[in-house]
């Protein structure tokens, strides 16, 4: 599945897909809930109020740059705290090249912050040690985001992927830490949208009177943008990223802009409407 923002083409490429599994992320979306929302089926929940999620990185083509946006999971990991996370050996690599995008002809990677699910291929294991995945490439990493996750003592598990997801690409000279309001290229400004992590940034893209906004986590399911009130247990702050998602909601909703959620699954796109005292997503 792709979209065009003017002369910038983007894809995605699915690495893991499930229904059902979330309460853990959103507990206050249990079926009673879910099934009113009758714009979220059948992309976004399955008849039961089930959510269905992806996880997925996005591709974006500019004139002058092939980028990734957030590298999923990744192959070979160790101690992440979700089990079947563990020691993956799923096709990601292989669909990057169907795609067109072999590894080595992406020239920028940028991950809208720094959690398991958006830097797993960064790194991939060779002869024992995690080397980049992407040897050509600029990895961009916020600079607030690389500065909180290098101090933090309090998470044995983000230490863990620090040291096999970040750190490599870091030593190898390949990281350029960018501001979380900064320019990327001609098309590409970042977004500060932090909460779900204290520097988290979003993507935005603008071309040809053409506009588009690649998430990243300030949502993690279309049904926040119906309950903007509702935080993840994984968000850092969770009163911040009620006001994140509340401002960005409201400014989305009046503008034409492409919402491309990271984690949204299905069509994963849509505009952002009023309804009421809160929003939906028009597809």
């Known amino acids: 599945m792709g979209w065009r923002i003017g002369r910038v083409a983007l894809k995605k490429i699915v690495e893991l897909e499930v229904t059902g599994g979330s309460r853990f992320l959103l507990p206050q979306a249990v079926p009673s809930e879910i099934l009113p929302i009758d714009w979220l089926f059948p992309h976004f ?7 269905r999620m992806s996880i997925q990185a996005f591709l974006v083509e500019t004139p002058g740059r092939r980028m990734i946006v957030d590298t999923c999971l990744g192959n070979d990991k160790q101690n992440r705290r979700i ?15 169907k795609a067109g995008w ?15 699910d958006h830097v797993g291929w960064n790194t991939m294991l060779e002869n024992g040690r995690w080397v980049p995945t ?3 490439a600029r990895y961009l990493l916020g600079r607030t985001e690389f500065q909180h996750w290098r101090e933090e003592e309090g998470r044995e598990d983000m ?7 970040v750190l490599p690409v870091f030593d190898k000279g390949l990281v350029d830490l960018v501001e979380s309001d900064g320019r990327v290229a001609e098309e590409i400004t970042l ?10 940034l979003s993507l935005r893209i603008c071309s040809e009177g053409e506009e588009a906004l690649i998430t990243g986590d300030f949502m993690h399911h279309p049904c926040q943008i119906a309950r903007p009130d509702w935080s993840s247990t ?7 990223a009620r006001r994140t998602r509340e401002r960005m909601l409201s400014e989305l909703s009046q503008t034409e802009a492409l919402v491309i959620g990271t984690h949204f699954s299905g069509p994963s796109a849509g505009r952002i ?10 597809l």
Not at 102 to 116: A, G, K, N, Q, Y
Request: glycine residues 6%; negative net charge; proline residues 11%.
């Open 83 to 97: 089990p079947h996370w563990n020691e993956r050996s799923g096709p990601f690599l292989a669909d990057l090249e």
């Open 134 to 136: 992407f040897p050509n």
């Open 102 to 116: 072999p590894r080595e002809s992406i020239d920028t990677v940028l991950c809208t912050h720094l959690h398991v």
């Open 159 to 165: 230490k863990a992927v620090f040291a096999d997801s």
């Open 191 to 200: 977004v500060p949208t932090p909460g779900h992590t204290p520097g988290h």
């Open 45 to 51: 929940a399955d008849e039961r109020g089930r959510l």
């Open 234 to 240: 994984a968000d850092s702050d969770p009163e911040a």
């Open 273 to 282: 409407r009023r309804e009421g005292e809160t929003f939906r997503l028009a």
